[in-house]
């Protein structure tokens, strides 16, 4: 579920705080007139503080056969429930409490009135540096590409 009057979604805005760079998300929040607000905690309900657990990760062969358990991941997890009433969760990959208490409270306070703000102070920045990243692997991968082809004999 998006927040009133927004385009971005919510799975959008979630996996692009879980992909994005520990150390870049904390800049940004910090940088956020209402993250340094939120920063000490207060007024803060914590319905679950950031804990670290385990998820089974499933595949495909193929991509389209039965799915198989792939393996076991570290996941930490955060939720919350801001002052005004908006509530935040946030799943990252890894052991960082931080950025899923990070995650959990963009995640709350995109679900308010400050949705414009948070988009435009902390999800757009990530979204241009996450391009920025793909955009760079994809033009070293094309550097590397190799083209095949089949020379016909004249026979």
Known sequence: MSAPNHPRERKDWMGL???SRPGALAA?????????AHADEAGITWLRRPETGMVMVRGRAGAIGDPFNLGEMTVTRASLRLPCGTIGHG?????????ARIAAMVD????????????????????????????????????TQVAFFTMVRGE
């Open 108 to 143: 709350a306070l995109m679900a308010g009135p400050l949705a414009a703000r948070v988009d435009a102070a902390i999800l757009k920045p990530l979204a241009a540096a996450e391009a920025q990243t793909r955009s760079a692997r994809a033009s070293q991968a094309a550097a």
């Open 28 to 36: 940004l929040w910090h940088d956020f007139p209402e993250g340094a």
């Open 91 to 99: 799943y990252v990959q890894g052991r960082d409490r931080e950025k």
């Open 17 to 19: 705080l879980a992909r």
